[in-house]
Nanobody, 122 residues
Framework: QVQLVESGGGLVQAGASLRLSCAAS????????LGWFRQAPGKEREFVAAISSSALSTHADSMKGRFTISRDNAKNTVYLQMNYLKPEDTAVYYCAARMYTYSSDKNLYPYWGQGTQVTVSS
């Protein structure tokens, strides 16, 4: 089992950058695939990016070129670098974990953090 704690959210202006972190506790962090999802008010939780246990990554098409997921197994942490933020990126961002292979399907992730708020003003 793994516990996840997100940090790094905040209020920024359009065009700014933020780096979200998700620290994991528990055993065998390197065996987990990690994903980032986000949920805006009144909307479904949507896939942002994911990275496998072997560091293969994928990003939602709408965020390619702006968002980058990475992991540091020595620190048990996964990151989401977000550049050129837009007001429509405003959401609660969640970190999630599952064993080995990544997925864009939120229903396949059994472990979730509590989320961190990102607000982008115009």
């Amino acid at each position: 089992q793994v516990q996840l704690v997100e940090s790094g959210g905040g209020l920024v202006q359009a065009g700014a950058s933020l780096r979200l972190s998700c620290a994991a506790s528990g055993r065998s962090f390197s065996s987990y695939a990690l994903g980032w999802f986000r949920q805006a008010p009144g909307k479904e939780r949507e896939f942002v990016a994911a990275i496998s246990s072997s560091a293969l990554s994928t990003h939602a098409d709408s965020m390619k070129g702006r968002f980058t997921i990475s992991r540091d197994n020595a620190k048990n942490t996964v990151y989401l670098q977000m550049n050129y933020l837009k007001p429509e990126d405003t959401a609660v961002y969640y970190c999630a974990a599952r064993m080995y292979t990544y997925s864009s399907d939120k229903n396949l992730y059994p472990y979730w953090g509590q989320g961190t708020q990102v607000t982008v003003s115009s």
